[in-house]
């Protein structure tokens, strides 16, 4: 292989048509002993040497420059002189491939280490292997800079997910939600808190955790809700953690008998707490149903309804709406099964199912607020009520960080479904 360096182009050429001619082989095409004879040159220097090269030498020509190391660099560009395109490319890699790229290189590690932590999903009482290194403190680098690896990596999370919160005591214990507690960890940039809660909303430990209430997110989502009231309002969740956020959105596919305690709330006289919730802040129920055509609560194996089930959907939602937030959004009312309702048919209509249940609701807070005397909180608590579609939630409103596409099999379905046909309708 001869490598063409960057001296005069007269002395390059006379050196070329001279190995040539050393190397020429009895066929006269530049090869001897079967090996080929290659060029490299600038652009110019290629230019002006093709055009007094003999046509008949077989060559292999490729560009390049002054040097053989600068040469290299020119024709085989690093990829990550493109960051847009690498970013497009690895936002298709799942999470084990971002971790392994992330070993690559700093640069690969800063292309990579938001795709994969953007997301995160934790079980607090395992988190050992999450943070760990987070009170490791800064690593010096080779270059004499300084990285906080873990914290730093802690400040590109938006969403992080709870899910199977077992066996948490609260503050006794040696468990990894104590141990964390003390250690200071933060989520700087945290957009939504996830928590999927069991059938019961003290199972599992997580509610009287020491350590999720100090997260500080914009968002609270609470999937799975099967308890919205219990004997007050917004009793899904810790209060101090209530209290931070600026917006609660409850997913709800079923809702337990809770009459026990709200029938005696409902009847009582004393005026209603203030919310939980910052002024300002956003509530959206949502009633979760698989697809925009299932029906919600009732299936073809539920039990048949009792009489006062209806009245006790209603009266979770009314203490809710007792709350006086600044905007409660009910997703989904006219997806109430039929069978809740004895004078609904079965040909009734999203619109027609949705105008009974949105006047037995108005009708319930009506009666509770005049009987506590609460005639000016009525009008606030009546103002702050919005009723709609899922779809057109989806359309309208803000939900990011609230759904994603990949949480379980049944969700994505109805996602899809739902994007589907919101699509649809648009076109």
């Known amino acids: 292989m001869l490598w063409l360096d960057g001296r005069q182009d007269t002395i390059l050429q006379d050196e070329a048509h001279n190995e040539l001619r050393q190397r020429e082989g009895s066929d006269g095409r530049g090869r001897k002993g079967g090996q080929s004879v290659r060029f490299y040159a600038s652009q110019s220097r290629l230019d002006s040497w093709e055009r ?3 046509p008949e030498h077989s060559c292999e020509v490729a560009i390049m420059g002054p040097t053989k190391a600068q040469a290299v660099r020119r024709t085989t560009a690093s990829p990550l002189a493109h960051p847009d395109i690498i970013s497009h490319i690895l936002a298709y890699a799942d999470a084990p491939t971002l971790s392994r790229c992330m070993r690559v290189s700093w640069q690969f590690y800063d292309h990579c280490a938001p795709l994969l932590y953007d997301n995160i999903t934790i079980i607090p009482n395992e988190a050992d292997s999450f943070l760990r290194g987070t ?7 080779d270059d004499g800079t300084s990285r906080d690896l873990k914290r730093d990596l802690l400040k590109l999370v938006k969403i992080v997910n709870i899910k199977n919160h077992q066996g948490c005591s609260g503050f006794a214990g040696n468990t990894a939600c104590t141990r964390w507690r003390g250690a200071t960890i933060d989520f700087p940039n945290l957009e939504s808190l996830r928590v999927w809660v069991g059938p019961s909303p003290f199972e599992g430990g997580w509610f009287n955790c020491p350590w999720v209430p100090n997260f500080n997110p914009r968002k609270l989502v609470m999937r799975d809700v099967s308890g919205l009231s219990a004997g007050g309002s917004y009793t899904f969740a810790p209060r101090s953690l209530l209290g931070k956020v ?3 959105v409850v ?4 809702l337990r008998d809770l009459s026990m305690v709200n029938d005696e709330v409902l009847s009582s006289r ?3 707490p203030v919310a939980p919730l910052e002024i300002g802040a956003e509530t959206v129920l949502v009633l979760w149903t698989d697809t925009p055509r299932h029906s919600w609560g009732r299936n073809e194996e539920s039990s048949p309804p009792r009489t006062d089930d209806f009245r006790r959907i209603i009266d979770q939602i009314v203490l809710c709406a007792l709350s006086e937030v600044d905007r409660l959004t009910i997703c989904n009312l006219g997806q109430l099964h039929r069978s809740y309702m004895d004078y609904t048919t079965p040909t009734s209509t999203y619109d027609e199912i949705e105008d009974k249940v949105v006047l037995a609701i108005k009708q319930r807070l009506e009666e509770v607020s005049l009987r506590r005397g609460e005639v000016g909180r009525l009008k606030r608590r009546s103002a702050a009520l919005r009723f709609i579609r899922f779809e057109r939630y989806l359309r309208d409103d803000d939900w990011k960080g609230e759904f994603d596409e990949d949480e379980d099999p049944d969700f994505a379905n109805g996602f899809e479904m739902f994007i589907g046909d919101l699509f649809a309708n648009l076109t």
Request: overall charge positive.
């Open 52 to 54: 007094d090269a003999h």
């Open 135 to 141: 009170n490791h403190g800064p690593v010096i680098l």
């Open 251 to 254: 997913v709800m596919k079923t």
């Open 270 to 272: 004393k005026p209603t």
């Open 246 to 248: 600026r917006k609660v």
